[in-house]
């Protein structure tokens, strides 16, 4: 077990217990500083192979509406390293497919554990909508494992790879965040407006780079731009992908569906036909800076997306990326409960 010095320190004191985790927003930024500061140090303790167990006893629920590989098993992984447990509940094979209310499930669940977590993605307007539903009525902490807003616990991790890589003074780094080309589905908006909206939160150069019909909600770049002024940081749409990878640190290509579409995804999926060349490939690459991270939240359609050479090439850092996502969830778990 770990001393109660390292409780105290792994829980951070419980100056957040009980607090949801829906969009990093809502969070300050010295906030978000703590909790990278405790992945970090779960990360190492991990690597020590020094045991975390200040959940014992505790339960979480993990409510999908959407299919996952990294979300559900970091969570699941890292609830049994703190000594909790992740209860996991597909909302197919639940009374939530029935219509069984937010209010219901939050109450219900909130008095069988410590903890509930919800991935709801697919609709934009909806995800969100239900998450907060649920935590109106929750007496214990809602995270949000990706909604149709945000991906907070992607773009945790995200920021935490940024900064292992980079330092942690970011500010005047470039990172791009691009629309790529698919043909497997629409994609949730949530990753890259969750990247504008907490890369600018910490003085990076942000630039969106999307074809027209693929914008992101008014709203999400509203507070990018304005977290870009507090913050000395800048953020720039453009329509061109090789605009956006000029001289950049950072390049996050990946695909997302037409804002207008998602009831008709394979609509969506057609209208992006037009932009095939809309790939993540070397000769891209080149125009970034030299040493330029490669970042995908994956998984990733290879072929598509990105080229195998890039994505398995000296720029990637995406399995870092992944693995980080067991380091901030175990963070927030152990901060939240
Ligand atoms: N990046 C991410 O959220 O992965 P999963 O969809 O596999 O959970």
Redesign the pocket.
Known sequence: MPSSRSVEDLTLGGAFKGRDWIVTQEWETGEIEQLLCLSADIKRRFKRGEPTLVLPHKTIFLLFFD??????NSFEAGATQLGAHAHFISAETSQVAHGESPKDTGVILSRYGHAIAIRHDKIPGEGNRYLRDVARHADVPVINM?CDVD?PC?TLADLMTIREKLGTDLRGKRIAVSWAYTQTYAKPLSVPQGLITLMTRFGMDVVLAHPPEFRLMDDQLAHARRNAEHSGGSFHVVHEMDAAFRDADVVYPKSWGCIDLFAQPEESLALGEKYQDWICDEARMERAAPGSLYMH???ADRGTEVTDAVIDGPHSVVYDEAEN?LHTCKALMAALM
Do not use: A, D, E, V
Request: charged residues 25%; aromatic residues 0%; contains cysteine.
């Open positions: 299919n996952s590989t990294r979300t559900r990706q991906h992607q939240c994956l998984p996502r």
